[in-house]
């Protein structure tokens, strides 16, 4: 076998590994990190098939390179086509959700005009890298727990967003996914990413203290910062999520026009009774260290730290968005505070993914990148009154 025949070979086999992690459920940690990566990249992986079938010679070795270029296309392709799906349905879905758009937005070449552009999953969009301003919003123990504020440009005062990072409350930083704050910066929107204190030194209700201390420093700063201090929408992802909609439904603030869920466990007295596969993530062992006690000893901490327990009419208006093969955070968790939510009649939606993992939105030119950034900036329109 040439050195032609060899390489084009291994280079199908690579190219089929890569298709199939975007389909195939996930048996590891590190096999997850890499499920998103090639189902969020996929478009990637059908261009290189592509290719290869092109420059494959037609022989023997040629049909076999050439079967796997097919099958790595049609795996690879999966993702992108029903991803398509659920694009086609979004619009109407938050309209329907949370009323009309009052006015059309400006578009400009930073704006997501359709919930997936095809395109851009090669070329996404440029996005400027604005120098935050970073806030000292909270002292504990003489330590500074810091904010990254980011600003448009604008002569009036913005309305605002506040972004909680995830890591199972134990890890993370305010830095981690910048992509759709910068986005929202771009479309006129005041962006405050902020870092809290993380288990096992500090347990709950430490965390959630710290998103409603910032939320209030945001108000004390409104001014310098060119921030509108009566219109703030909470976001947060995963550990995050939990912590953004905990604040946004038990501060019972005006300002809090809305909350974005991305993959966060709302309740997490069903998180303990139904954990993650341990093999990809020990679920059980997070909120341990969390919230300081197993259920079985304190099932009390569980209900208190559970945002789904204070779901009610004066809830603000929701938006989750969850991947159905989420192996970390299960998708029955936003489907159990949608149902909740529902019987509230509280302003909802739940954005199913069925291809997408923990995490997806990390590649903004992604499928789930490109929907769920159409989606925030819909809400946030309905949301701030736009």
Not at 76 to 96: M, N, Q, T
Not at 154 to 182: C, K, M, N, Y
Request: hydrophobic content about 45%.
């Amino acid at each position: 076998m040439g050195f032609w025949a060899a390489s084009h070979i291994a280079l199908g086999v690579l190219i089929l590994l890569a298709a199939l992690l975007a389909v195939a459920p996930a048996m590891s940690y590190r096999l997850f990190q890499a499920r998103v990566v090639a189902s969020e990249g996929s478009a990637w992986t059908v261009a290189a098939a592509v290719l290869l079938l092109a420059t494959t010679r037609p022989t023997r070795r040629g049909i076999a390179v050439a079967t796997l270029a097919i099958a790595s296309i049609a795996l690879a392709s999966v993702p992108i086509a029903r991803a398509s799906v659920e694009a086609r349905s979004l619009p109407e879905r938050v309209d329907r959700a949370f009323g009309a758009a009052t006015r059309t937005l400006r578009p400009s070449s930073v704006h997501r005009l359709a919930p997936l552009v095809l395109w851009d999953l090669y070329r996404g969009l440029t996005l400027s890298s604005p120098a935050p301003r970073t806030l000292v919003y909270q002292r504990i123990d003489d330590a500074d727990l810091l904010m990254d504020v980011y600003r448009p440009v604008s002569d009036t005062p913005a309305p605002g967003v506040l972004v909680i990072h995830g890591g199972a409350w134990r890890g993370g930083q305010r830095q981690e996914f910048s992509g759709l704050s910068r986005y929202l910066v771009e479309r006129g929107y005041v962006v405050a990413s902020i870092d809290y204190r993380l288990a096992p030194k500090w347990t709950f209700p430490a965390q959630r203290d710290d998103v409603t201390a910032a939320v209030a420093a945001l108000g004390a700063h409104a001014m310098e910062i060119g921030l509108d201090p009566t219109r703030l929408v909470l976001i947060g992802r995963s550990a995050g999520a939990h912590l953004a909609l905990l604040a946004a439904y038990t501060l019972h603030n005006p300002a809090v026009r809305g909350v974005v869920s991305f993959y966060g466990p709302p309740d997490l007295t069903y998180g303990y009774e139904h954990p993650a596969d341990p093999r990809v993530f020990d679920s059980t062992a997070s909120l341990v260290r969390f919230l300081g006690a197993r259920l079985e000893d304190r099932p009390s901490v569980y209900q208190a730290a559970s945002p789904i327990e204070f779901v009610g009419r004066s809830t603000p208006p929701t938006l989750m968005i969850h991947g159905e093969p989420d192996e970390l955070v299960s998708i029955e968790q936003s489907r159990r505070l949608d149902r909740r939510l529902a019987e509230a009649g509280v302003p909802h939606l739940l954005v199913e993914l069925p291809w997408a993992s923990h995490g997806c939105d990390y590649v903004l030119r992604g499928p789930c990148g490109q929907i769920s950034t159409f989606a925030v900036e819909r809400f946030l329109e309905r949301a701030m009154g736009r």
